[in-house]
């Protein structure tokens, strides 16, 4: 399991004052497809690579901050202290923050050619563009992406 970059926020539905209760529905029947590999291989080399990754440890790091100084609601009464309590508080968060931004690209993102062999579809939206491009260069720092693209091959690799 890789580390959630928002591990210190309560979210999703359980949270809510009125949840929806769980329920399932009745499986499908379905053919079951044959692959060489296994999930636990798989994990094994994923928990392997995660470790050696500096910004995931980063991560987590910074997710155990955020929820220690959410937790702890004590607040000094004098005005000084508090204004240094806050300034302390964000000082070490700054420093903890991993920072994905500024982080190098881990790998290249470029447009597939469609199906057929009709070449990527371009626009001349500079607007547009410019998204796009900013989406590539966010997804290309994305380490989560990254370790995902490495599960698919070492999979690929057991076929």
Do not use: Y
């Amino acid at each position: 399991m890789l580390p959630d970059p928002a591990s210190f926020v309560d979210s999703g539905e359980r949270t809510l004052p009125h949840s929806i209760p769980w329920t399932s529905v009745a499986g499908l029947d379905f053919k079951k497809h044959t692959h060489g590999w296994k999930l636990a291989d798989l994990s094994a080399a994923s928990q392997e690579r995660v470790k050696k990754q500096a910004i995931f440890a980063k991560v987590e790091a910074f997710g155990k901050l955020v929820r220690t100084k959410r937790e702890d609601t004590t607040e000094p009464v004098k005005a000084s202290a508090f204004f240094e309590l806050q300034k302390k508080n964000k000082a070490e968060l700054e420093a903890a923050d991993p920072k994905l931004a500024d982080q190098k690209p881990l790998f290249t993102v470029a447009a597939l050619e469609v199906p057929g062999g009709a070449p990527a579809p371009t626009t001349t939206d500079k607007k547009l563009q410019k998204k796009l491009d900013a989406w590539k260069e966010d997804l290309a720092r994305d380490p989560w992406v990254e370790e995902a693209v490495f599960v698919l091959a070492d999979m690929a690799k057991k076929r």
